[in-house]
């Protein structure tokens, strides 16, 4: 399958009052259409810059970042982002929210869009739910809105910045099964950082390995478990062998 | 109807504690009017007895009679609609102006930064100071009490709008612009409506404040209003027209509590 996304010798520094902050050294990567593809890596090595720079929020010090074989541009709709807590605005309904970046791209008279809003509420058993308050949410309900109010956006590239962090273990497994079948059946290709060894491995198609910062990738893991969901994945009798490969790289 | 079907369908736990729930409210809202009454009784009986001397501390029947002379003579009305009137333009005006000076400040981190020296010194000056200035800029009477109130309005309204604004998640904006939100959607579709409890507030303050500048105002140079009614009663030693003033003024400031009030309810959590 083709190179949806392709990081080339790309380093990033931060620049403070105190100092210059170098978090990415000429790292270089890819990862491959409809793949899903996790980033691991120590706390504070560079994973969520990779993911800014990738969305444009930050442009790159040196190097070159390409999706679909295009260099990125500053306001690039082909990239959806996911954040570590869902944001949702609390004065707006459920509804409302899912349709915020439609509004802000103007295309929230589009009835395609609305469609595509309606429908996606309905599959994930969001649509009673329509015309509530995210307060009135469970906290992997709120992170399943999250997820459709970026697919809404239709990106070629979802970005997930440790999703599911802020949720408890039994709702965090609940919700990756779901995103992850949410994210396969709608064939998006996704990016995923956690710090969550086997979270990643029970995701993913491909593992890229980080140093610490400035990150550079130490390894690249390609995984075949058998199994159509993360929980299925877990009972893989390979997942122990890649755990330690990991968890080995990250010490 | 549906209403009538709901508490049918309560269970008896819910009933009760339903029950117990209404009855607080009751017993609450009965010792807040007994206190009132209470007050005001032995507050009467006390000047009828001689306990206190009714010429320095008035009395409940004192303050209704002086009202309704005040009343008689004609002119109260014009006392009361001049302190309303500077009172509600003072406030809208320095609420308005607030908001819109924290609008440019959060639009703008250079001019905020440039400012925020000046905005800490006008904040801690007590603005009575300013009053004989005020005068010599735009004359006594009306037009001095309404910039008293908007001068001890504004820079709170404008610090107090400033710091909801900029309190904002930054990764809440992070998730604007990865939407490709422009400055202008970040501000009407995040910023602003984030900012509705600490507005609803700050009206709130408003409404206390705006009351301070008009009687400040009004005791520094006017020709009517409560403040000027206040002062002239006790250059006069007729103090039952100061009290009588202060309960009108009370009475005022609550109605005009009460009005906004409601704006809580909906919009804080
Ligand atoms: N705005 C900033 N200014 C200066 N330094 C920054 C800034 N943002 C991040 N850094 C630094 O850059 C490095 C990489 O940050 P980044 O947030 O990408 O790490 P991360 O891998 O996502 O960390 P974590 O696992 O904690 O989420 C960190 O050492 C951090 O201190
Ligand atoms: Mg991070």
Redesign the pocket.
């Known amino acids: 399958m083709k190179k949806l996304l392709e990081f080339k010798d790309v380093s990033y520094f931060y620049q403070t009052k105190e100092s210059e902050v170098k978090a990415l050294d000429n790292i270089s990567f890819f990862i491959k259409e409809k793949d899903f593809s996790s980033l691991v890596g120590p706390?504070?090595c560079g994973?969520?810059?990779i993911?800014s720079l990738t969305a444009g929020l930050l442009v790159p010090s040196n190097g070159e970042i390409k999706l679909d074989n295009q260099p990125i541009a500053q306001n690039d709709s082909r990239i959806g982002y996911m954040f570590?807590r869902d944001h949702l605005f609390e004065w707006r309904t459920i509804w409302q929210n899912i349709i915020l970046g439609l509004e802000v791209q103007k295309k929230h008279k589009d009835t395609q869009k609305l469609e595509l809003a309606e429908n996606l509420l309905k599959k994930y058993d969001l649509y009673n739910f329509k015309n509530k308050k995210p307060r009135q949410l469970s906290g992997g309900m709120r992170q399943r809105v999250a997820l459709i109010r970026t697919l809404v956006l239709e990106p070629a590239l979802l970005l997930l910045?440790?999703p599911f962090s802020a949720l408890d273990f039994q709702t965090r497994l609940k919700v990756c099964d779901d995103v992850y079948e949410i994210i396969k059946s709608e064939q998006k290709t996704a990016l995923l950082?956690t710090h969550d060894i086997s979270e990643a491995i029970s995701m993913s198609d491909k593992i890229v390995i980080l140093t610490k910062r400035p990150a550079i990738v130490k390894e690249t893991l390609e995984l075949n478990l058998s199994g159509n969901t993360p929980l299925q994945k877990r009972e893989d009798k390979d997942f122990g062998k890649y755990f330690e490969k990991i968890w080995r790289n990250l010490c | 109807m549906l209403k009538k079907e709901k508490t049918i369908n309560y269970s008896k736990a819910r009933q009760n504690y339903l029950k117990r729930l209404k009855k607080d409210k009751i017993l609450v809202l009965f010792w807040q009017i007994a206190i009132f009454v209470i007050f005001l009784g032995i507050w009467q009986l006390f000047a009828d007895t001689g306990v206190v001397d009714p010429f320095f501390f008035s009395s409940p029947s004192r303050i209704v009679s002086t009202i309704l002379d005040l009343a008689h003579q004609n002119n109260l009305w014009i006392h009361i609609w001049t302190s309303l009137y500077e009172t509600l333009i003072g406030f809208i005006l320095a609420t308005l102006i607030g908001f819109l000076l924290a609008i440019i400040l959060w639009w703008s981190e250079k001019l905020r930064k440039i400012f925020e020296p000046y905005l800490i010194i006008l904040n801690s000056l007590p603005k009575i100071a300013l009053g004989p200035m005020i005068i010599f800029w735009v004359g006594s009477g009306t037009s001095a009490t309404i910039v008293m109130c908007i001068l001890i309005c504004v820079i709170i309204t404008t610090i107090s709008m400033l710091n909801a604004f900029i309190s904002c998640d930054h990764d809440k904006i992070l998730l604007m612009k990865s939407m490709h939100a422009n400055k202008m959607q970040i501000f009407f579709k995040l910023i602003l409506p984030n900012a509705i409890p600490e507005f609803v507030s700050v009206l709130k303050i408003n409404v206390g404040m705006s009351w301070v500048g008009t009687i400040m105002g009004e005791y520094l140079s006017s020709k009517a209003g409560l403040g000027y009614l206040i002062n002239y009663g006790s250059q006069i030693l007729k103090l039952d027209i100061v009290m009588a003033s202060i309960t009108l003024l009370c009475i005022l400031a609550a109605g005009m509590y009460f009005l906004v009030s409601p704006l809580e309810k909906r919009y804080k959590k």
């Open positions: 706390s504070g994973k969520t810059t993911l570590q910045d440790e950082v």
